[in-house]
């Protein structure tokens, strides 16, 4: 379902038609006649508490967003079902039952979503998958390129297995929910790096992605193969490398292996500081969720140059084809950019990071 993602730069979001690159366009999109006027309700259904990031800056910025793009007029419907697909899909009919006037979805079981997704279209209101691709008539996607997260992962932890790294290496692979598409794209970009290259000697589908589950499934994959025997840990998000971490320290390993992650948390890039976590994948989260703002609200007030300008990339999932979508590069964060990833972006202050367990590794690395 891999396409090639666009480039767009979040500074160039309000896209004009130059930018657009849409040729025989009279207007900048505002011209045409809207379905909504300023007055929008955008229903907004994350999908878990674990990850904070979802409250601490999705909903916020997509909040702000729309805000913006509205003249204060619109306003976000909020919901989160805290890994609970049940709890999603009541949440999803509440806001059909609302009459908000478009969804996006970050779909805790994207399968199990799709009855209640297409609900929501014969009821008249779009959907636009958020973050993850979930299944049913879906209008619109946006999230991060997700292979190439997994690439990335798997490509920094063979340069820090160093020049020596071969089959003789056996990593643990702790991968993500098998009920959320974007682990399975994860995997499949990590794996595309390492087979070949390094043995896996041990892999778990982590459920819900808790840390606790990672925790538990890394003690059995060290009494599985040794303590002593794990030369890196690949592992899908900050969260489950916390868990990962806690087995191992609990197992009696002093000196860790590298391990990856991904989401750049406060907890994951305070571990990269310190030296327990290797790297972390940074996903400017301002892009994805003004863009998934921008596209909400263009979708429902008839702007279709702008929402075209938004989805130039297409994907595809199990029910439906050719889904107009944005991809948005990621990075690796590691202890020599994390000053001009997080920091720079704002997501981070160096206060934030350096408290004082943390100050002497952030001064050997100068964030101070």
Same mark, same amino acid.
């Given at each position: ?225 040794? @303590?002593? #025997? %794990?030369?890196?840990?690949?592992? =899908? ?5 916390? &868990?990962? +971490?806690?087995?191992? *320290? ?84 590691? @202890?020599? #950019? %994390?000053?001009?990833?997080?920091? =720079? ?5 160096? &206060?934030? +990071?350096?408290?004082? *367990? ?11």
């Amino acid at each position: 379902m891999r396409r090639i993602a666009i480039s767009v730069a979040a500074s160039t979001m309000t896209l004009s038609l130059a930018g657009c690159g849409v040729l025989n366009a009279t207007g900048d999109g505002a011209s045409a006649s809207p379905s909504k006027g300023d007055d929008v309700t955008v229903g907004l259904l994350l999908p878990e508490k674990t990850n904070t990031r979802y409250d601490r800056f999705d909903y916020p910025i997509i909040k702000s967003q729309v805000a913006d793009l509205t003249k204060k007029h619109g306003k976000v419907e909020y919901a989160n079902a805290d890994a609970d697909a049940s709890r999603q899909a009541e949440q999803l009919q509440k806001m059909i039952d609302d009459k908000v006037d478009v969804i996006l979805l970050d779909a805790v079981d994207s399968h199990a979503i799709a009855d209640a997704v297409k609900k929501a279209k014969d009821a008249g209101i779009p959907v636009i998958a958020y973050d993850r691709l979930a299944e049913g008539p879906i209008d619109a996607y946006v999230s991060f390129d997700n292979e190439l997260v997994g690439e990335v992962q798997g490509r920094t932890l063979l340069e820090a297995l160093g020049s020596n790294a071969d089959t003789s290496n056996k990593i643990v692979m702790m991968n993500g929910s098998p009920t959320d598409p974007n682990a399975k794209q994860f995997k499949e970009g990590a794996l595309s790096e390492l087979n070949g290259k390094v043995t896996i000697a041990a892999s778990y589908d982590t459920t819900d992605w808790k840390p606790e589950n990672a925790e538990a499934n890394m003690a059995k994959a060290i009494a599985q193969i040794g @303590k002593n #025997n %794990i030369a890196g840990v690949y592992s =899908a998000n900050d969260d489950m490398a916390g &868990g990962v +971490i806690k087995a191992l *320290k609990a197992a009696g390993v002093t000196t860790l292996p590298p391990i990856t992650g991904q989401d750049a948390s406060l907890e994951g890039v305070q571990r990269v500081v310190a030296g327990e976590q290797y790297m972390s994948v940074y996903k400017a989260y301002p892009d994805e969720a003004q863009a998934a703002a921008q596209m909400a609200v263009a979708r429902i007030q008839g702007k279709d140059i702008q929402f075209d300008a938004l989805t130039q990339d297409k994907v595809d999932s199990p029910t439906t084809k050719s889904i107009p979508a944005k991809l948005i590069q990621p990075t690796a964060l590691t @202890k020599g #950019n %994390i000053k001009a990833t997080v920091i =720079a972006d704002g997501i981070y202050t160096v &206060g934030d +990071i350096c408290t004082a *367990k943390y100050k002497i590794a952030c001064a050997a690395i100068g964030l101070k």
